[in-house]
């Protein structure tokens, strides 16, 4: 009985997986498929040689890693602040007021999120009409492009928003946990500024003990679909917006370079969550 | 009697337990001195049920109970540090084990409040486990394990978090309820005075290997037993 | 100063989709430049005579609510089938990130044909197994947390007091388990709850979560309704947040 | 303990492989035997269930489906009529995929398609047919009409039946703008004249406008009319894609992208983005006032160069398992009762694919009665601008070339 839980288990995770590649493979060589003519290596060649492979990947990499960077800045700003270093500890703005609203986000779907801030950032949206009403602009037109633009900085906007109170909570949690406000009474005491603290103690150690966390997060970033959808512009597109596309397009001659895509791209995650699972195992088995 | 025979244990190529031999008159105590990684710890698991020995077998009064599950052999294991169920008062961890052999509620209860007085804990049976002292914990612990009467107890250092009077104390009060209950039972220490003071006869486990000694002056004479330096220490000082 | 204005910089931050969401659920005629349309509630009256978005709320929180339910039971199975009474191999437990880290929309169109084949597509019953692929690995993986050294020793402890398995199960672990069976109700109501992509896909447009109606408004341009939708999605993480917030606090005052 | 591993790691792989090598069976079709007489098909079809896949991105519509179609027959024939949201494309990949998975039977009955949808899906062979016949109604259809019996130069053959015909409109502010172009020249200086005041959509509607004009280039647009012509889709759409790029930087975000649906082209108009939009459906301008979308001086038009006018149909999928609920369902639809209710403006504006002519008396009547829309030209005046849709490769090439030379570039 408990060894078929166990396997069980293990079919639950692996399978989904292991038949969606199989099936995606078939498909991409030319083996299944109703208008499959055999197998051919034309559809990952075409793929390859399109560009469409490389520059999808540096997209959707460079996304992710620009929203992360950026996150991981404002939560290390933000738990400096909640943390009261250097600061007097009955100051201002009221504590666990702040704290409860920077976990807002965490309220938000994805796709609630897109459509949000869509309408925040779109030149006719809630910005642009501020602008246009303090004289900033006089048409739509002048408003820079931030969504659908073609660098993504809806995209990345959107996904900062999503996952800054994460990091953050995160930071504040890790700082209390290493009891780095002693540490930073001690690099006083040894007439360190706040500022160097904050770059030379604070910064580096949060980031190594939140590592793997942060490459957790890269992989999930990898796979967002509703944000870039919405936000996206059309010159680039993330894998998952890619795939999606290819399958479902009209040409059907299309749909085995989605899933030439679809096996690239689930095969990046695997090697990165076998990476990440590798340094875990180092640091704790 | 207890008879432990030919008990082995393996992990991989590890040898932890080699043909453990002994044997324990019911209602008496041994005492085992092991250091730790002695495989005390194994021993002790695989009498309680806990782990299954690689061959040996385990009889009491004639019953092999081997390859009974844990909760089928009465064969309680007490810890270093007492595991109090959290969630439960003293009352309930007192009566715990006779709540699982369905004993009506009035026996039991007059069973629990005579325990409690025993170990004097009759004022503390509404609290829960954080609300007590490191010694009151470990006496509901005990107290725990001997109100269901098992065939044995095995003891694994119950007494080394404790302090110094403390401990003194808990000595005394086991040894006067485990003779008002005729508990046999296994008490392992690295406290050579320990294993002096609580037991009948007496063994010394070294890497897995067991010799056993049945009377104190057997004991004693033992070079590793460490009692001949107990006693020069003190001379020294004198 | 700087660090106040920076923190009310974050602070409005993380407070402007939520604004915007309650603003548009409310106006009409969003005309470029007013910066809010002519005010109505006719947006959520509409709600109560069995429009589409009270459909789709019902849908989705039917569908929350079994997953939540289902995959912390079974997670809790197979979390006594890994551990009870052993230490599981941390390997094994590694494989639940899998599933966990590819993308949903991907997955599900891998998947397509299986579901297909068997019938469940564009299926209540689709959505839910599909789900499942992503919640039950995540239970487990919540569950694992709570199986300390204390827990399998404590466990071990009532064994050798005489209580069987099921009783130990009943009278210590599933006591202990209670903060992480509350967690774990949560967690999987909130996934399943936020999901987008795999219920797309394997539902086909047939099942309409709250996320599917968003997602087509959206691209229907049907601003206020998708806002009205917006804000119905806030609302159960908001009152679960609310519960947890207040039980924290009230903890703390103990 | 490896072993037990390394043997379900084996099943799980060649599980897949397996149920892939069965999938490769020829499909049998549920069975073909619809009965040949109508009383029997209303008979079999009484009190069924119908699945219908439709495209649901408009109120309107959606509510005409819902508080009318669906109403009217489970009253008249008890039939349930389910209706779920799928576009083109996603109906052509549920149906391909169904097949590929050698499905036996579909999980829908209707389909709502037309051109290269009606194209892949006669690709694929996933229609039945020809039922048209069958339908008591259809004896009602202006068959003669080109813009309703060909579906991109495609005949219809039965296999899909016309349920409603519309034409491309361009929509404006009456307030903001008073000079319209009318042909491809006046457009590009149009746009350059109002730098950053249009684009179209990187989806159906707007491959429709390049289409349009694709045409006019032509000196007349009925060369295009027929098969697929290489040489002349080569040679019109150089022009074409040459006369873009020139239109390029005085486009909406200087031409660096478009927008990827109608509905974000309708929001760029409505926040005053963009001075136009367009639409299929020459309606869509009556709708979208009525609805508080658009600002109520929107006005539609028709270019003198012309625009496309074609019809949408409904399909049965081959592997239905109630092609008798179906065709009962279409019929209802193609009734005058339920074309007139669709027709009228507050309701959907959907034109009729009936002849007038061949209605009773009464019905002639009460079209003739049927109130005008106020914000769009009549249709009879707008059809006398009308195009063919061309075949759908043109615009299968179109999608592609302009993803690759406007877009990608």
């Known amino acids: 009985m408990r060894r078929a839980i166990k396997y069980l288990f293990i079919c639950l995770c692996l399978a989904p997986l292991l038949f969606g590649v199989i099936y995606s493979l078939g498909y991409s060589l030319g083996l299944a498929g109703l208008l499959s003519d055999g197998f051919t290596w034309d559809y990952w060649i075409g793929l390859i040689n399109s560009g469409n492979l490389m520059r999808s990947t540096i997209y959707t990499i460079g996304l992710g890693a620009c929203s992360l960077i950026i996150a991981v800045m404002a939560a290390l700003v933000v738990s400096w602040k909640s943390g009261r270093y250097g600061v007097d500890h009955r100051s201002s703005i009221s504590k666990s007021k702040a704290e409860v609203l920077i976990l807002l986000p965490l309220l938000f779907a994805p796709v609630t999120a897109a459509f949000c801030w869509y309408q925040i950032l779109s030149p006719g949206g809630f910005i642009a009409r501020a602008s246009f009403h303090l004289g900033l602009i006089h048409e739509t037109s002048e408003f820079p492009r931030l969504v659908n633009d073609d660098l993504g900085i809806g995209i990345v906007i959107c996904h900062v928003f999503l996952i800054l109170p994460v990091f953050s909570y995160l930071f504040t949690a890790t700082a209390h946990k290493h009891r780095l406000h002693r540490l930073y009474l001690q690099s006083n005491t040894l007439g360190a500024s706040s500022w160097y603290f904050f770059k030379k103690v604070y910064t580096p150690m949060l980031l190594q003990k939140n590592m793997r966390v942060l490459w957790l997060y890269l992989i999930f970033l990898l796979g967002t679909y509703e944000v870039p959808l919405l936000l996206g512009g059309s010159r680039s597109q993330t894998f998952s917006v890619f795939i999606a596309d290819k399958l479902t397009r009209f040409n059907l001659g299309d749909i085995p370079s989605g899933y030439c895509m679809a096996i690239w791209y689930t095969v990046l995650i695997t090697v990165m969550t076998a990476l990440y699972l590798r340094w875990q195992k180092s640091i704790l088995w | 009697m207890i008879t432990i025979k030919d008990i082995s244990k393996n992990y991989g190529n590890t040898v932890i337990l080699r043909r453990v031999q002994l044997s324990i008159p019911v209602g008496s105590c041994r005492s085992l001195l092991g250091e730790s990684g002695s495989g005390k710890s194994t021993l002790l698991k695989i009498l309680a049920g806990l782990e299954k020995p690689d061959s040996g077998s385990f009889i009491y009064q004639g019953e092999e109970l081997i390859n009974k599950p844990a909760e089928k052999r009465s064969v309680v294991y007490l810890s270093q540090d007492p595991l109090l169920f959290p969630h439960m008062t003293v009352y309930d961890n007192l009566a715990y084990g006779l709540r699982v052999r369905k004993m009506p509620s009035s026996t039991l209860e007059e069973k629990v409040i005579t325990l409690a007085q025993q170990i004097g804990l009759k004022e503390h049976l509404k609290k829960h486990p954080h609300q007590l002292s490191g010694g009151q914990r470990q006496r509901v612990n005990f107290g725990r394990s001997v109100i269901i009467t098992p065939r044995m107890l095995l003891l694994d250092e119950p007494f080394a978090s404790l302090d110094a009077t403390t401990r003194g104390k808990m000595q005394e009060l086991y040894l006067d309820i485990s003779r008002k209950y005729q508990i046999t039972s296994l008490f392992v220490t690295h406290d050579v005075r320990e294993a002096l003071i609580m037991g009948d006869t007496y063994g010394i486990l070294r890497n897995g290997s067991l010799s056993c000694y049945d009377t104190r002056a057997l004991f004693i004479q033992q070079p590793d037993s460490g009692v001949a330096e107990e006693i020069n220490f003190w001379k020294s000082i004198q | ?254 | 303990m490896a072993s037990p591993y390394i043997r379900l790691l084996a099943i799980l792989l060649l599980l897949p492989v397996v149920s892939l090598s069965c999938g490769s069976e020829v499909a049998q079709s549920p069975s073909e035997n619809v009965p040949a007489d109508w009383s029997t098909i209303a008979t079999q079809a009484q009190g069924s269930t119908v699945h219908m896949m439709m495209w649901q991105g408009d109120r309107l519509i959606n509510k005409y489906m819902q508080d009318y179609v669906t109403p009217r027959l489970s009253e008249l024939y008890g039939i349930e009529l389910i209706v779920t949201d799928g576009q083109g494309n996603q109906v052509v990949n549920r149906l391909m995929a169904e097949l590929e998975a050698n499905r036996k039977t579909s999980d829908l009955d209707i389909v709502w398609i037309n051109g290269e949808t009606f194209y892949q899906l006669r690709q694929i062979d996933a229609l039945y047919g020809p039922f048209v016949q069958k339908l008591p109604h259809a004896d009602l259809i202006d068959l003669n009409n080109p813009f309703i019996s060909m579906d991109f130069q495609q005949a219809i053959d039965g296999y899909e039946c016309p349920w409603g015909n519309v034409q491309m409109i361009m929509i404006y502010d009456s307030l903001q703008t008073s000079d319209l172009p009318q042909d491809m020249t006046e457009w590009s200086r149009w746009v350059q004249d109002n730098p950053g005041r249009f684009t179209w959509s990187n989806d159906f509607t707007g491959m429709t406008l390049l289409k349009s004009w694709l045409m006019s280039l032509a000196d007349d647009p009925s060369v295009f009319y027929g098969e697929f012509s290489e040489d002349l889709y080569t040679t019109y759409s150089k022009q074409l894609w040459a006369r873009i790029e020139n239109m390029r930087p005085y486009l909406w975000n200087e031409g660096r992208s478009f927008p990827a649906s109608l509905a974000q082209l309708h929001q760029l108009y409505v926040n005053g983005e963009v001075d136009m939009t367009m639409s299929n459906n020459d309606s869509e301008v009556d709708n979208k006032i009525s609805q508080g979308v658009f600002p109520t001086t929107s006005r539609a038009y028709v270019p003198a160069m012309g625009t496309i006018q074609n019809s949408h149909y409904l399909g049965i999928p081959r592997l239905s398992d109630n092609k008798v609920g179906a065709l009962q369902v279409i019929n209802f639809l193609l009734s005058p009762e339920a074309q007139y209710e669709k027709s009228q403006s507050a309701v959907w504006g959907d034109g009729t694919v009936l002849d007038r002519d061949r209605l009773s008396p009464d019905w002639q009547a009460k079209w003739t009665g049927l109130a005008q829309r106020s914000h769009a030209p009549p249709r009879e005046e707008i059809s006398k601008r009308a195009l063919q849709e061309p075949a759908p490769e043109y615009m299968i090439r179109l999608f592609e070339d302009f993803r690759k030379r406007i877009i990608e570039q």
């Open chain 3, 1 to 254: 100063m700087v660090s106040r204005i920076a923190t009310y910089i974050v602070l409005t931050f993380v407070s402007l989709p939520l604004l915007a969401a309650v603003c548009l659920s409310v106006t009409d005629s969003w005309f470029f430049p007013s910066f809010i349309g002519s005010i109505t509630l006719e947006h959520y009256k509409v709600l109560w005579s069995g429009h589409e978005l009270a459909h789709s709320t019902l849908v989705s929180l039917a569908i929350a609510s079994t997953m939540s339910i289902a995959s912390t039971f079974i997670g809790a199975v197979i979390s006594v089938a890994l551990h009870y009474g052993r230490h599981t191999t941390p390997r094994l437990l590694a494989l639940g990130y899998f599933p966990y880290a590819i993308a949903p929309v991907v997955l599900g169109s891998m998947l397509q044909y299986y579901f297909l084949r068997l019938g469940l597509f564009g299926s209540l019953s689709g959505v839910l197994i599909a789900q499942s692929f992503i919640t039950i690995p995540f239970a487990v993986l919540l569950f694992s947390t709570f199986w300390s050294d204390n827990v399998i020793r404590l466990s071990a402890q009532a064994r050798t007091l005489g209580a069987s398995t099921s009783i130990v199960i009943k009278d210590i672990i599933f006591p202990m388990s209670k903060r992480w069976i509350y967690l774990c109700l949560v967690q999987c109501f909130l996934i399943s709850w936020l999901e987008y992509g795999l219920t797309r896909v394997i539902g086909a447009g047939e099942v309409r979560t709250l996320t599917v109606s968003i997602m087509s408004l959206a691209s229907q341009a049907s601003i206020s309704e998708a806002a009205v939708a917006c804000c119905l999605m806030l609302l159960p993480p908001s009152l679960i947040f609310m519960i947890q917030y207040r039980m924290v606090s009230s903890q703390a005052h103990l």
